[in-house]
């Protein structure tokens, strides 16, 4: 198959459509529940637990991933549509998506496990985000940051044929969830644990991981990534609004290629 500049395009927008109805179902969202101040912490996270089903904060976390990370799925679910036969396009997306999906809600358990922890270890305050800020920038300037950038380009030849083909699809999307999940853990939590300004440092974690995704592999090293990209992409756009995202060819990079 190759690279057809329309049709990635109107793939990336239908992608993109995805995320704003998520991001427009969150705002419209009535609230979620709070810990109460209560001076036991524990009393306040058991009554926290019971107050709100598990089944609530899992379709809370699920939204959240698909406003957030729908944009970074553009060029894989672009590779697997250039790489399938088309009756099998919509089996296969849907294959990528359980096992990238099945990454992130188990790591959701973790994440909102301590969401709720902070919250009722110290309601209202700041410092849980700040220590978890630090740790975020630290990590977003690291080498192993980068090696886990590289693997999220990793787009291996996919099977063309039967259960080899669904494998093949349901791996892509456990190991692009895995190394995206790595990637991107401690800017996702982040805005969980900020008292205010939540869907404010929603918005701009969910920029600052869309423009990392556009840059190219590199060389692993210690270096700040996103922002120099967020910034080009933004002069980019304000010079022309037709611009596209995609700075280098989807699906370009394969696995052998990839630093280390």
Request: net charge positive.
């Amino acid at each position: 198959m190759i690279y057809n500049s329309q049709e990635y395009a109107r793939l990336r927008n239908a992608v993109l459509s995805v995320s704003v109805i998520a991001w427009i179902a969150i705002l419209l969202e009535p609230g979620a529940a709070t810990c109460c101040q209560a001076s036991d912490s524990a009393t306040s996270l058991k009554w926290l637990l019971y107050s709100t089903p598990a089944t609530s904060l899992a379709r809370g976390w699920a939204v959240m991933l698909i406003a957030m990370m729908a944009p970074r799925l553009v060029t894989p679910i672009y590779h697997i549509w250039i790489s399938s036969f088309a009756r099998r396009r919509a089996r296969s997306i849907a294959l990528f998506l359980a096992g990238y999906g099945t990454v992130w809600m188990a790591a959701g358990v973790v994440m909102v496990a301590a969401e709720l922890t902070a919250k009722c270890l110290a309601f209202g305050s700041y410092l849980p985000a700040s220590g978890v800020a630090i740790v975020a920038l630290v990590w977003q300037a690291s080498p192993f940051k980068q090696r886990c950038l590289n693997r999220c380009h990793s787009h291996r030849p996919l099977a063309a044929f039967g259960i080899a083909a669904d494998w093949a699809t349901l791996r892509l999307g456990l190991e692009h969830g895995l190394w995206c999940t790595a990637s991107c853990w401690a800017t996702m939590l982040l805005p969980m644990l900020l008292p205010q300004g939540h869907l404010l440092a929603m918005a701009a974690v969910s920029i600052l991981m869309y423009c990392e995704s556009l840059d190219p592999p590199r060389a692993p090293s210690w270096r700040l990534r996103g922002f120099g990209t967020a910034w080009r992409y933004l002069r980019l756009r304000l010079r022309d609004p037709q611009a596209g995202g995609a700075t280098f060819a989807p699906g370009a990079q394969t696995h052998s290629t990839l630093p280390a």
